[in-house]
């Protein structure tokens, strides 16, 4: 059990019981890791962020924290994270340059081919992701039963103990790619809002947007797509609790997506409970949470092949663009910024 304040660590530790040792090194904890082990990551701090790099063994080069994640993947040690690693498209292309000769291909939504991510590695597995969610498979599955979609509204919503605004904002991105994607959408125009205390109304200036960790409040953002398609996202850190909340239309149906269920509503024939609603004493966070965990341990599937990284990155850096600006912002101009 590990934290930057060694106190903290300890009193952490001591809590956990049993033989756990209290850590306050993430980048040492994960190097020196044995084969087998599972380093499960709250918060990263900087670790992932474009700032992060520190001399490489040799003392000749530097060695960006997602090499560290590499060389455990090697070592056959699994990383898992609450938040996205890396959290920038900068040190995503960097990564991709040292690691693949410059290789950054990802997969994207439904109809994109699997390409590998940085040679199909996988850093660190992000957990949990509202794609992997019972109700948002059993969607996958009747999608093209129901026809392409049109529209698409996404909340997701957690507490600060569920992880960052970056966390929530990348999670109800990968819906929008998932389901929207492959390409990337036209324009976002987003607002961000605080709960900083004494602070009123909407304020326009989020940290700068060159990475995604540490954000605090809510983002709400219109995505216009090719097509004569749009969706909306509102994603948010400061709600009272853990909820998922989608709603997608189709030329024959709209479904809606809660965290423990999922209903259509076929045009003309009424309403259809095809996913039922968990068991009132099931936690969706935690059993998302253990059912990915569980499904990496066993299987050391991450999410090479199935999340577009870039993508995903590119849509919430421009949305966090877009709030400081106040004009609407390009997610592929961002990927083009970051040479992907």
Known sequence: MGAPDATHATGLAQEWGGNTQALTDLRAAIATAQRGTLVLIGDPGAFGTPARSVADRSGNATRLDVEELDSAEERGVKVATLEPIPAALTQFAEAGVKLAGGGAGVAGGPEMESAPVHGGRDWALLAPLSRFARPVRELLEILPTIGAPRALSIHSFGTPAHGSLGARLFDAADLAVLLMGPALPEAVHAVYTTPAPGARGVHTAPPAPDHIRGLDGDVS????????????????????????????????ATVSVRADRLTVHH?????????PAARPDEDPFVEALATQLTRYMDSGVGLAGQVDFAATL???????????????????????????
């Open 267 to 275: 045009h003309g024939e009424g309403v259809i409970p095809v996913a």
């Open 221 to 252: 953002a219109s995505l216009r797509f090719d097509g004569n398609r749009a969706a909306t996202i509102t994603a948010s850190n400061r709600a009272g609790s853990h909820a998922l909340a989608l709603t997608l239309l189709t030329e024959s």
């Open 314 to 340: 590119a849509l919430c850096q421009a949305a966090l663009l877009s709030a400081r600006t106040g004009e609407p912002e390009s997610p592929s101009t961002m990927r083009r910024l970051a040479g992907l």
